[in-house]
């Protein structure tokens, strides 16, 4: 049974920083390229970051230079530190597998509050 659960949500004033984990379970986790995604009030969700599973990295235009991806295999769980935070970034952040892949079944996501 596959399952993903996300952590380390929040609030925090803008300027600040979060990170995130993505524990991930019924899957062969090394091989698997993983995504975050973030979903904001009224919106739709949209992909934010993504890693291979030999650790190449990509982001949205939005974040970049300021969110960074990784990944502990040995721990089945991807990760995603958020600096600068603003508050545009106000969300519900998920994780799954990376955009182009066969998604999983969603977890509950963490919630990201940035307060002007």
């Known amino acids: 049974q596959v399952q993903l659960v996300e952590s380390g949500g929040g609030l925090v004033q803008a300027g600040g920083s979060l990170r995130l984990s993505c524990a991930a379970s019924?899957?062969?986790?090394?091989?698997?390229?993983m995504g975050w995604y973030r979903q904001a009030a009224g919106k739709q969700r949209e992909w934010v970051a993504g890693?291979?599973?030999?650790?190449?990295?990509n982001y949205a235009d939005s974040v970049k230079g300021r969110f960074t991806i990784s990944r502990d295999n040995a721990k089945n769980t991807v990760y995603l530190q958020m600096n600068s935070l603003k508050p545009e970034d106000t969300a519900v952040y998920y994780c799954?597998?990376?955009?182009?892949?066969?998604?999983?079944?969603w977890g509950q996501g963490t919630q990201v509050t940035v307060s002007s």
């Open positions: 799954n597998r990376n955009k182009g892949y066969l998604e999983l079944d």
């Open positions: 890693i291979s599973g030999g650790g190449s990295t």
């Open positions: 019924g899957i062969i986790f090394r091989f698997a390229a």
